[in-house]
């Protein structure tokens, strides 16, 4: 008999210290929040577009407080976690809103999450979750690789696509649902730079199995490879995939 145990890819464990690590960080205005920002004002036109005007709405992630002033500038009362355990069913009363930004991409049971999402909507409520998805970081992977040689690591999340993604809505339960991704693009001068914009992000490796460290013969070899990858101004773009799951109850 075939066994229903949820595989477990990512340490819940690390995914709250990466997640309190990024919001301590933040405290530094120069921090990094372009993805959680660009993610942000997609929600905020989606809902503009869909004239939807919630009266209760839960904002789970690291926020730039843009969506919640936004939320709350219509009489929307807003609840917001920065973090919760997805993969248990969401505490309170329903609500109109559930908005979970970028999260998503790192949960052991995902489908279970959107579950619990879907359940903790009031009738006719929506369920929005933007995360990091399929295509994100190819030119990281490709440095990594150059890192490890000959033993490649697992250093990079597996990541859903729209395919799967539209898969695990319908096997949720929602009545509609959509999917769609947008790319943004990001350069940068140094591998530094890429690895402090991913830690201030929380985008780092959270794998239950985490990979061993890269030793200063790999990281050596990791910034031949970024070099390499240069363009004419001397910067390496890297892209983000942003998958956003809308699904209604």
Partial sequence: MASSKVPKIFSQRRRMAGSARAKLLAQNPEAARWLVEEIEA???????????????????????????????????????????NEEAPIEGDPFDLIASLNRLGTVNDLPGALIHMRSALAPGGIAIASFVGAGSLPKLRQIMLAADGERPASRIHPQIDNQAGSALQER?????????????????????????????????????????????????????????????????????????LTGWA
């Avoid at 789970?60 to 969506?67: E, T």
């Avoid at 002033?69 to 009362?77: A, M, R």
């Avoid at 201030?200 to 070099?227: C, H, M, S, W, Y």
Wanted: with cysteine; glycine share 6%; aromatic share 6%.
């Fill in 42 to 84: 997609d929600l905020i036109e989606r809902l503009g577009f869909m004239r939807f005007a919630p009266k209760s709405a839960l904002i789970v992630g690291l926020s730039s407080g843009k969506l919640e002033s936004s939320l709350g500038s219509v009489g929307c009362k807003v609840t917001a976690k920065p973090s919760i």
């Fill in 172 to 244: 949720a339960g929602f009545a509609r649902h959509v999917v769609d991704s947008v790319s943004v693009k990001a350069s940068y001068t140094s591998l530094e730079k890429l690895i402090a914009d991913l830690r201030e992000q929380a985008l780092t490796n959270v794998l239950a199995d985490p990979p061993p460290p890269i030793t200063k013969a790999g990281l050596a070899r990791a910034r031949v490879e970024f070099d390499r990858l240069r363009d004419d101004q001397g910067r390496v773009t890297e892209v983000f995939e942003i998958l956003t």
